[in-house]
Each structure stands twice: as C-alpha cells, then as structure tokens.
C-alpha cells in the first residue's frame, strides 16, 4: 500500500458496537505485508511488482506477466519457454471434472467453475501430498516446489475449465488444448475451435493482463482465509471464484454490459445516472471502488481498445454510446463527484468482447483465468508466514435464556 492510500480515511466507515468500533467491510485494514501488487488509490495507479500495468499491456503477454507475479521477477528467455511449455503440459482436466462441468451446463459459468475448480484438487496428486503436509506442519524446500507446481496447474487449467463449460452450454464438443498456442490463443481455439483471429488474441491477451492481480479484494482475500486454515490450494482459489462471481466484485462485468443493453439509447443515460443517486436506488455496475479514488487505470485501457473497436467495426447494439453516456454524466454530477466515483475496470472491459462473441456470461469466467495467477501468488506468499484468520464479532443477543421444550413453546 502507498502513502497515498495510507491518507484515505475511513470516516462514516466505523460502526460503533458495545465492544468497540467494528470497521465496516474492514476498509483500509490491513492483512499483511506484500510485494506483489501496489495500488495508489488517489492517483489511479497500479504496479505489478513494481512495473506499471500499461507497460506491461503494451510489451508483454499474459504468460510473462503470470511469471512476473508469480516469482518475482520479469523472467529471462530460456525462463519464460519453460514456464510457458510447463503451462501447456498441465492444461488437461481429469475426465471426473470434465463431467461435471457438463452436469453444470446450464448453470452460470461462474458455478461450474467453482465445482471444477475444487473437483480438480481432488484428483491433483501434488495437491494432495502439498495438502498432507502442511497438516503436519512442513512447508520447506520439498514443499514449496510442490506448491508453486500446483499454482502452475491452477493457471493452465482454468481457460480449459471455462472453454469446456462454453462448449457444453451450447451442446458441442469439447475441444482439447492445442501445445502450439499461447494461453491466450489457445483459450480462444477451446472455446471457438478455429484459429483465433490476431485482434480476437490480443483482446484476450490484454484482459488477461490487466486483471491478473490487484492486492487483496473480497476474492483474494478469501482465498487468504482458506488458505490459512491450510486446506488446500485448489479449494482456496474455489472459495475465491466463488467470491468474485458477486456483483459488487468480478460479477459487475457482465451487469455493466447487461445494462447498456437494457439502456439501449444514450439518451437514457441521464435519467439512468438520476435514479442511482437516490436512496435506495440502483447502483451502477462498474462504477466506485473501494480503494481508487480516481479513474481506474485499467478502465481508461479498456476504454481505449473498446473505442478502437467500435471505430473499426461498429456499435451496431449502442453500447460504446450508451456507456459513454452514463460516464459524462457520471463525471458531471455532484453525487459522483462528492464521493470520488469514477468507472472502475468492469465499466469497459466487456465491450469489445461482446462484439467479438463472447457472450456477456463469460466476462466473469475469463476474470478468473486472470485473476488465479494473483490468488495463487498471495497464497504462496502468505504461506511463508502463515496464521490463521479468526477475527471477532461483538455478541448484541441476550445470554442465558432459559431452554423451554418444544411442547410448552
Ligand atoms: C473488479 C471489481 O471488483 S471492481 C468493483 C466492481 N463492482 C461494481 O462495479 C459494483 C458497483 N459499485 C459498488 O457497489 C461499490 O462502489 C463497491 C462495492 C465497488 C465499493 O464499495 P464500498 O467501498 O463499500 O463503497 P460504498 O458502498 O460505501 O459507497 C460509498 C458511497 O458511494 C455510493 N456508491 C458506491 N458505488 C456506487 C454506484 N456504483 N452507484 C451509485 N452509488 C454508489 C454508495 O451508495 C455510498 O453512498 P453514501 O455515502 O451516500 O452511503
Ligand atoms: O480491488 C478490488 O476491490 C476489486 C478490483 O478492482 C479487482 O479485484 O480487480
């Protein structure tokens, strides 16, 4: 966390209890020290250890960037073929699991993935012996190399988990991973089954990037507690999908596009924007955040590439139109101005894609293929120092009441 961040206060947060004041949503507290991912909340910025993401949206690819969070550093050559070789060797899912993201075809992605997800953990020997031993206490050499294994796995075997559940949703075929594609073009080709063109890839690629980390949201910060309790990796980055599919977190990429539909005219935007600014109102999908107080660096790249997008190919549904609508008079009015509500990374992210055929169910699915580099690295890391999350909760309800049977009630 910058000194920035530090500056922000927490006034109107903090509910006062019998016990003590209760930090509402535990804004601003801290949970442990980290080198991962930096926000500067006030300024709308945010580094990958310590590079600044635009850098790293305009040179790297997404396995580049899983390295960096993963281990630390921008890898070599010869560093980033074998880790993008391991990935592609781990990309297969155990055919229990693939079954039962087919069970799940008609469900949202975001359960199937959950269940496979925590399925996939069963049938990972890694996992298991990692799991065994950290129950007895051992988290050396031996056991770390397993662990960053598994979190390799976790990374190659999420777009395998959400391809599959596509292509079951729609009654085809599964389409196994291909060993000479990218991560990014290889997700494309098993959920569409050609050869992902190169704007489709890089759109893919870019998402990817930006959403690989962000420092300890509702998602991975359950991943942390999971983790904590030294159950195993795999049921930790479950537990974390199952945070991010929520609307306030990973899920309002698909509200956000779901409402510019909804809107369809840009001329509705005011009125739009008006509604949300009442008590009990509405809120807007993809707009406020906990920690930038400023525009969300990763949506103005959105915004760029959902404008290029739209200027090549068109905005046949009006949704570039209707978001860029709803943002002037956001930026405009008092209400958002008062409390520093800007878009957030879910306001854009889904445009382009939508008009690329990704239907807006799968926004917060490919999230997720993104975002297990960074759940996976706060676990590891949180490992070297490992304590349980217990907080407390103050008790308001009476004590000792006297038990009457069931009869007599
Ligand atoms: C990848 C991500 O997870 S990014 C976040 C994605 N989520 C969304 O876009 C959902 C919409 N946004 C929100 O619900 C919130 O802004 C959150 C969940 C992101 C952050 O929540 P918090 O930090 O708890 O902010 P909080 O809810 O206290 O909001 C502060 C004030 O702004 C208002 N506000 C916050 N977001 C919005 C919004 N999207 N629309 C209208 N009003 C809003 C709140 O009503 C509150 O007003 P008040 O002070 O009069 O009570
Ligand atoms: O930081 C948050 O609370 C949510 C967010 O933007 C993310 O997880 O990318």
């Known amino acids: 966390m910058s000194e920035q961040t530090v500056q922000i206060k927490t006034a109107g947060k903090i509910l006062q209890s019998p016990c003590g004041p209760i930090i509402h949503g535990l804004e601003d507290v801290l949970i442990k020290s980290t080198s991962i991912s930096d926000i500067d909340g006030e300024k709308g910025i945010l580094w990958y250890r310590g590079y600044r993401i635009e850098d790293l949206a305009r040179h790297s690819t997404y396995e580049e960037v899983a390295y960096l969070i993963l281990y630390g550093k921008l890898p070599n050559k010869k560093e980033l073929e074998d880790f993008t070789n391991r990935l592609k060797t781990y990309r297969d899912l155990n055919s229990a699991t693939i079954e039962i993201i087919k069970n799940l075809s008609k469900a949202h992605p975001m359960f199937a993935i959950e269940s496979a997800v925590a399925a996939e953990g069963a049938f990972d020997e890694d996992n298991l012996k990692l799991a065994e031993a950290l129950k007895v206490g051992r988290y050396k050499a031996e056991e770390k190399e397993l662990a960053y294994r598994v979190a390799e796995k976790l990374i190659a075997k999420m777009p395998t988990i959400v391809a599959y559940h596509y292509?079951?949703?729609?009654g085809l075929d599964i389409i196994r991973p291909r060993r000479d594609l990218s991560h990014a073009a290889n997700f494309l080709y098993m959920m569409f089954g050609k050869d992902p063109d190169p704007l489709a890839t890089k759109g893919i690629e870019l998402y990817l990037i930006l959403h690989a980390d962000h420092e300890v949201p509702a998602s991975t910060f359950t991943a942390h507690v999971v983790a904590s309790t030294l159950s195993d990796m795999y049921s930790a980055v479950a537990a974390a999908v199952a945070a991010l599919k929520g609307p306030l977190h990973g899920g309002a990429n698909e509200m956000a596009v779901r409402g510019y539909l909804e809107i369809g005219d840009p001329s509705k935007a005011k009125e739009v924007v008006e509604a949300a600014t009442k008590p009990g109102?509405?809120?807007l999908m993809g707009v406020g955040h906990r920690v930038y107080k400023a525009y969300d660096p990763r949506a103005k790249i959105f915004k760029e590439f959902?404008?290029?997008y739209v200027t090549k190919f068109g905005d046949p549904k009006k949704i570039f139109a209707v978001a860029s609508a709803i943002e002037q008079?956001?930026?405009?009015?008092?209400?958002?101005?008062?409390?520093?509500?800007?878009?957030n990374v879910d306001f854009w992210s889904g445009i382009a894609f939508y008009y690329m055929g990704i239907p807006y169910e799968y926004f917060t699915p490919?999230?997720?293929?993104s975002r297990v580099v960074g759940w996976v690295a706060h676990i590891l890391e949180y490992w070297e120092n490992n304590r349980i999350f217990r907080p407390r909760a103050c008790y308001v309800g009476p004590h000792d009441l006297q038990y009457i049977p069931i009869e007599q009630r």
Request: glycine share 4%; charged share 30%.
């Open 306 to 308: 959902s404008r290029e």
């Open 329 to 343: 008079e956001i930026l405009n009015h008092p209400y958002f101005q008062q409390r520093r509500l800007f878009p």
């Open 281 to 283: 109102g509405p809120k």
């Open 366 to 369: 490919i999230f997720a293929v």
């Open 167 to 170: 292509r079951f949703s729609r």
